[in-house]
């Protein structure tokens, strides 16, 4: 792979690209503290070991020192979807980028020429949408704002094969085309669930073998998180159920905090 990737962000959207990227050395992976970076040096590791033969865990390097990424030639923030957090770390990896250097979000619901505008590049400003899990979805979406060069579309794409996915441009709508059509689906599965009382394993399974789903409706949003969930909702302007809402005011977030949709006792299996 040609690019250098400089990632910004430690959670499993950061270090799923960052192991994705491993059979070639050079890349940099930015987190804000001492233990977030003990975390994501481990999670890159067993991603590794994952994926096998010829991805090294050694040929990323974890910093907490942001100004280390300036050696990266394709910048990458990957931390929550908080707009004013975004905006915030974009304009800081902006600063550092050196001349030619690509800037990037995996936003999957935010406006990405907003975000382009404050990276303060955005010729060189690609919306870089990658799945969770990050090493087995090969899916990317690329979104670009109006004012991405021909280049910044080219190196992007290029990318995406060099990781072996396959990336599809798409338009700047709030939550793309996968987020798009998926969450209203997966918040009628909820309302479907409450207004039958049919049990969430129930569904799931109506929805894997009737049509062959990998993964039920239910046990998708509690894998996701339900505040992601919520918050992709409201992106796109879907009906976000209110209990979801209201889970998620209890702390009840799904597969992260043991509880969601799903009882305790399915996460303690």
Same mark, same amino acid.
């Given at each position: 792979m040609e690019e250098k990737l400089g990632i910004a962000g430690s959670g499993a959207i950061a270090t799923g690209l960052a192991a994705c990227a491993t059979r070639t050395p050079g890349h940099l992976l930015w987190a804000r503290s001492d233990a977030s970076a003990a975390r994501a040096t481990k999670a890159i590791a067993k991603a590794c070991e994952r994926l096998g033969e010829g991805f090294d865990p050694?040929?990323?390097t974890v910093t907490t020192d942001l100004d280390a990424l300036a050696d990266a030639t394709f910048l990458v923030e990957a931390i929550s979807e908080d707009t004013a957090l975004k905006r915030? #770390?974009?304009g800081r990896l902006g600063a550092l980028a050196t001349d030619g250097a690509l800037i990037s979000t995996t936003t999957s619901s935010l406006s990405v020429s907003a975000l382009a505008t404050?990276?303060?590049h955005p010729d060189r400003f690609v919306g870089l949408h990658v799945f969770n899990p990050v090493p087995r979805m090969k899916l990317v979406e690329l979104a670009y704002p109006d004012a991405a060069s021909a280049t910044t579309r080219e190196?992007?794409?290029a990318l995406c094969a060099a990781l072996e996915k396959e990336g599809v441009e798409v338009p700047d709508l709030a939550g793309f085309v996968v987020n798009r059509l998926l969450f209203p689906y997966l918040f009628s599965a909820v309302d479907f669930m409450e207004q039958t009382g049919l049990a969430p394993a129930s569904i799931d399974t109506c929805m894997q073998l009737g049509a062959a789903h990998p993964m039920g409706p239910i046990?998708? #949003?509690d894998y996701i998180g339900l505040d992601v969930a919520v918050a992709i909702g409201d992106a796109i302007g879907a009906n976000v159920p209110q209990s979801l809402r209201d889970r998620c005011?209890?702390?009840v977030l799904g597969r992260k905090t043991g509880q969601g949709l799903y009882p305790?006792?399915?996460?303690a299996r």
């Open positions: 050694a040929n990323v915030e #770390l974009l404050a990276s303060g190196r992007a794409t046990a998708l #949003l005011a209890e702390g305790p006792e399915f996460y």
